[in-house]
């Protein structure tokens, strides 16, 4: 494996989660106008939100974590 690969590994894992997150607030927010209620939703997007947030901060992580040859 090579060594840009290893590296860019916890950027890509910052940039799926802070997608994961926006895509989960813009469906949630249409569901809130959609349906009229914020209940379901809310507690919806606050599951999605916990996931994307922990792979963000995943990746956060690794990159204090990981030196250059660990894999």
Do not use: C, K
């Amino acid at each position: 494996m090579s060594t840009t690969r290893v590296t860019s590994t916890p950027a890509l894992l910052i940039g799926a989660g802070i997608l994961l997150l926006g895509f989960s607030a813009y469906y949630h927010i249409e569901e809130v106008t959609t349906i009229n209620r914020l209940q379901g939703p809310l507690a919806a997007f606050i599951l999605d939100g916990v996931l994307a947030v922990g792979v963000a901060t995943a990746g956060y992580w690794l990159t204090f974590t990981r030196g250059a040859g660990s894999l």
